[in-house]
């Protein structure tokens, strides 16, 4: 079955340090992945997608993501985080096959970024 | 990036209304949109996919009486939420796909229900 861990509920940095947002998948399918960013009260916004291009991918405002099919991973990295960092993050894989809507959200990461 | 709008983007109404969301496409045709749910605190949980033209496909466990979907255009989706009770408060997010593996998402509508 397809699934999709994040492994970490809730992670405080301090400003101007590295962030490390970490995700695995599971699936006999070849995956494409996101990261997807949520401000309170808002919508998602993409970060960066791997679509079987490049392992790693480069995103807005900083971020990017490196494709381990070996580590079946899809880690979240930013060199240094910044106060509007702040915010709730979901990897989220989706699949050829399966259902209709394919994408698989991770239970989300909180990120707190303290001064 | 395609754009996708929802309107409300919050709505507060009493026990036994209906409430109608909408969630448009503004520069391009979305052939399939997707309605999702978000409780405080957790992820999103897609609820049904809406096929424009045809029958919306709901996940298991959600009541599609309860949930109208209607699809009557390649930019426009409603979800309609019937009979509201308070339970049914919640974050409400639509996307629209463009490719086969991407969606974008809306703004979210947050109901209240009182």
């Known amino acids: 079955a397809q699934s999709v861990t994040q492994l970490d509920s809730h992670v405080s940095v301090s400003e101007g340090t590295p962030v490390l947002l970490r995700c695995n998948y599971s699936?006999?399918?070849?995956?494409?992945l996101f990261w997807y960013v949520q401000h309170p009260n808002k919508g998602l916004q993409l970060l960066l997608k791997?679509?079987?291009?490049?392992?790693l991918v480069k995103g807005i405002n900083g971020f990017e993501a490196e494709f381990k099919k070996s580590e079946t991973s899809f880690h979240l990295t930013k060199p240094s985080a910044h106060m509007s960092d702040a915010a709730e993050y979901f990897c989220?894989?989706?699949?050829?096959?399966?259902?209709?809507?394919?994408?698989?959200f991770g239970k989300g990461t909180k990120l707190s970024v303290k001064p | 990036g395609a754009v996708v709008s929802q309107h409300p983007s919050r709505v507060i109404c009493k026990s036994g209304t209906s409430v109608k969301i909408e969630c448009r496409s503004l520069?391009?045709?979305?052939?399939?949109m997707f309605w999702y749910r978000q409780f405080p605190k957790q992820s999103l949980m897609l609820m049904a996919t809406?096929?424009?033209?045809?029958?919306?496909?709901?996940e298991q466990g959600v009541e599609k009486d309860k949930f109208l979907i209607n699809h009557a255009s390649l930019t426009l989706s409603t979800l309609t939420v019937t009979s509201a009770h308070p339970e049914d408060s919640s974050f409400y997010i639509c996307?629209?796909?463009?490719?086969?593996?991407?969606?974008?998402f809306g703004p979210g509508t947050r109901l209240t229900v009182l």
């Open positions: 699936s006999s399918y070849s995956p494409s």
């Open positions: 996307s629209a796909r463009v490719s086969s593996n991407e969606q974008f």
């Open positions: 989220v894989v989706t699949f050829y096959g399966g259902s209709q809507g394919n994408l698989i």
């Open positions: 520069d391009f045709q979305a052939t399939t």
């Open positions: 791997y679509t079987s291009a490049a392992t």
């Open positions: 809406s096929n424009e033209g045809s029958k919306a496909t709901y």
